[in-house]
């Protein structure tokens, strides 16, 4: 199950694990995902869905107990920051809707999914986490995915005795095509708005070891390592996928 699967490191990590011969549901609230879902040559099921409330959550983990019967592997890939700017650029409500974006939708995927497969004893989530836990102009960003971090090593510690698997990754700087569906931030307008935007940019690549942006097959090899058999003995880690920063 992959969320936030209609474009960027969700729409790649869902054709890598199809092409692979995993069976995939992939939950978006933008019907782009049902073209993503017919592109792929395996076993889909798209799931319309606004991960962002509870009952979005839930009813993406119910479609796929419905037709599967079982969650094996849980990819949280929802988030992305809205605004870049200073933080005390940022309205209340803009500070919300970070949040929601960022950690909630997290939060809420995870407590569909572990049900099920605390029931059969076996699964894995897979968090997508952020090196911006160290970063300018999104400082809620950071915050949502400092948290994405917390979950990940609680979660791992709470459910290990119930045969479940919770990691993440912590993606830098990713190339990917424009936006098809936007995140709902406001244009860069002004010539202040773009030199933040661009701030931001300098910051992450300045802070990567290898001075570049990884690729979309980049951040999906490490998602899907994470989530096999190969990884096995792995949990409660966040892997930094960033060309060396830490975050």
């Known amino acids: 199950m992959v969320t936030g699967a209609a474009q960027g490191i969700g729409a790649r990590v869902a054709r890598r694990i199809s092409a692979e011969g995993g069976t995939v ?4 609230r933008a019907d782009l995902v049902t073209a993503v879902a017919d592109e792929l040559s395996g076993e889909t099921l798209p799931v319309l869905a606004d991960l962002e409330t509870w009952a979005g959550a839930q009813a ?3 479609a796929a107990l419905a037709r599967y019967g079982r969650i094996d592997v849980l ?3 929802v988030g992305g920051a809205i605004w870049f700017k200073p933080f005390t650029e940022f309205t ?9 974006r960022s950690l909630m939708t997290t939060l809420y995927s995870c407590r569909a999914a572990l049900p099920s497969m605390a029931a059969r004893g076996h699964g894995v989530i897979v968090n997508v986490s952020s090196a911006a836990t160290r970063g ?9 995915k400092g948290g994405i971090n917390a979950i990940t090593a609680s979660l791992a510690l709470e459910y290990a005795d ?4 919770v990691v993440a990754t912590a993606p830098g ?3 990917a095509p424009p936006r098809r569906i936007s995140r709902g931030g406001s244009a860069l307008e002004t010539e202040q708005e773009r030199a933040w935007f661009q701030a931001h940019i300098d910051q992450t690549v300045q802070s990567s070891l290898m ?3 990884g690729t979309l097959d980049e951040q999906a090899a490490a998602i899907a390592f994470l989530a096999s058999d190969e990884a096995s003995y792995i949990t409660g880690t966040v892997l930094p996928v960033a060309g060396g920063d830490l975050g």
């Open 25 to 28: 549901v992939l939950a978006d």
């Open 60 to 62: 993406v983990a119910e």
């Open 75 to 77: 990819v949280n890939n």
């Open 92 to 100: 209340p409500a803009q500070i919300d809707a970070e949040i929601r």
């Open 136 to 144: 300018i102009h999104r400082i809620p960003y950071s915050a949502a």
């Open 162 to 165: 119930a045969g479940i698997r």
């Open 173 to 175: 700087g990713t190339e």
């Open 211 to 213: 001075k570049r942006y």
